[in-house]
């Protein structure tokens, strides 16, 4: 199985700052990872596709970046609705496997 | 309106089976791969199942093989969940998702499942 480790598990950051999310795969993945975002309650919304394909309706401060092992999800202006959980998930090899998620607090 | 709208959750007691539904609306159905993702309370998202558009490829994760079987009728828009022999650790809300690696990928609102005597 293709384990996904997401750094950091947390983070707490203000509006306007810039964010690194990082999923590193146990295995080369090629581009085939994407980002998701969860509020509380809600179901999981991508974000981002094949690495860093933004998903339409996204706004563009999201953006992804990577290939084969290492990925990095970024928001370029840390906005109020960005608070949430955010998990990737790999979909190059069964089992699909998700990171285990990295929740974006207030600071 | 494009949708997935998940029924079927409820309480049940370990050992005990029930059956997920999907319904889908406002896409051409018989044309995408669909897979079931739960998430138990607090924790994060798990990859449980898939199958292709013709019900003749299906994957599952280990801890749920043997116990839980995916279908589909495409001419009812729908894809199931067979789920037998419940575990504690099957308490999750279940979604439903289209094309997880599919540019158009969609996910319904998802079920709770609850395993407790």
């Known amino acids: 199985d293709i384990q996904m480790t997401q750094s950091p598990s947390s983070l707490s950051a203000s509006v306007g700052d810039r964010v690194t999310i990082t999923c590193r795969a146990s295995q080369g993945i090629r581009n085939d990872l994407g980002w998701y975002q969860q509020k509380p309650g809600k179901a999981p919304k991508r974000l981002i596709y094949a690495t860093s394909s933004l998903q339409s309706g996204v706004p563009s401060r999201f953006s992804g970046s990577g290939s084969g092992t290492e990925f990095t999800l970024t928001i370029s202006s840390l906005q109020p609705e960005d608070f949430a959980t955010y998990y990737c998930l790999q979909h190059n090899s069964y089992p699909l496997t998700f990171g285990g998620g990295t929740k974006v607090e207030i600071k | 309106e494009v949708q997935l709208v998940e029924s079927g959750g409820g309480l049940v007691q370990p050992g005990g089976s029930l059956r997920l539904s999907c319904a889908a609306s406002g896409f051409t159905f018989s044309s995408y791969w669909m897979s079931w993702v739960r998430q138990a309370p607090g924790k994060g998202l798990e990859w449980v199942a898939n199958?292709?558009?013709?019900?003749?490829?299906?994957h599952y994760v280990d801890s749920v093989k043997g116990r839980f079987t995916i279908s589909r009728d495409n001419a009812k828009n729908s894809l199931y969940l067979q789920m037998n022999s419940l575990r504690a650790e099957d308490t999750a809300v279940y979604y439903c998702?289209?094309?997880?690696?599919?540019?158009?990928?969609?996910w319904g609102q998802g079920t709770l499942v609850t395993v407790s005597s």
């Open positions: 199958m292709n558009q013709y019900g003749s490829e299906k």
């Open positions: 998702a289209r094309g997880l690696g599919a540019a158009d990928t969609l």
